[in-house]
């Protein structure tokens, strides 16, 4: 344990059990993330907080489950989300809000099992992908 959390083996007899789990919760926040801040079980996160069991996200808050997330809050088994609040078991979503099971959604709010929408409009797979690659 020396160099993981700075303490040797006589510190860590003299700790109680009360300490030692202190000690846990602080070793398990650090597994490779960079300024990140009361989050749990996290790895290769940036500058998030209060985020549990997240990866590879960065400036994220509240998250749960989430993986390759960006500046998302309170969101949940997201994973490749940008910019969402309050989403649970989306992908691939940018600026959703309140929205659920969704992938592919672009500025939409309180939707729930969509795909391919944009500002709460229900486009196919082409024309989503035309705007979004600007054609």
């Known amino acids: 344990m020396k160099g993981v959390i700075n303490m040797n083996k006589n510190t860590l007899l003299k700790l109680s059990q009360k300490e030692i789990k202190k000690e846990y919760f602080k070793l398990k926040e650090r597994k490779n993330n960079l300024n990140c801040s009361g989050c749990f079980d996290c790895s290769g996160c940036f500058y998030c907080s209060g985020c549990f069991y997240c990866s590879d996200c960065s400036d994220c808050s509240g998250c749960f489950d989430c993986s390759g997330c960006f500046y998302c809050s309170d969101c949940s088994d997201c994973s490749g989300c940008f910019y969402c609040s309050d989403c649970s078991d989306c992908s691939d979503c940018f600026y959703c809000s309140d929205c659920s099971d969704c992938y592919c959604c672009y500025c939409c709010t309180n939707q729930n099992n969509?795909?391919?929408?944009?500002?709460?409009?229900?486009?196919?797979?082409?024309?989503?992908?035309?705007i979004m690659k600007g054609e």
């Open 114 to 130: 969509k795909e391919y929408m944009i500002l709460n409009i229900q486009l196919t797979k082409e024309e989503y992908n035309s």
